[in-house]
């Protein structure tokens, strides 16, 4: 990976981490185990992967919302997300989760 994309991956990480910490929920941490082992040396973390592994975990709403408002969305090129963007991510798919738990 470039810097900045093992940066990302491991940000992913401990943000998602940190959800599953204040809320219980432990199921969260597939998503980001699942992002962060794509993120290897030569194979850089690219925003179509990401929307690829959010539409995969039933996010395709958020995965749209995100691809709609990313720089060079629809080109493939490597996407460095800002942290209210990732903050965003996380807080849905956990929402998400909460929700399909309750049900």
């Known amino acids: 990976c470039q810097p900045y994309h093992r940066v990302f991956a491991d940000q992913f990480m401990l943000y998602v981490l940190h959800i599953c ?3 219980g929920d432990t199921d969260a941490t597939s998503l980001a185990q699942e992002v962060w082992a794509r993120c290897q ?3 850089p973390l690219t925003f ?3 929307l690829k592994t959010l539409a ?3 996010l395709a709403e958020q995965a749209e919302a995100q691809y709609n408002n990313a ?3 629809g080109s493939g090129d490597a996407w460095q997300p800002n942290e209210t963007s990732l903050e965003l991510v996380v807080s849905a798919w956990a929402r998400s989760r909460r929700r399909g738990a309750a049900q």
Do not use: F, T, Y
Request: net charge positive.
């Open 21 to 23: 910490s204040v809320s």
């Open 41 to 43: 040396p030569k194979s």
């Open 48 to 50: 179509n992967l990401v």
């Open 56 to 58: 995969n975990h039933g």
């Open 71 to 73: 720089p060079g969305s």
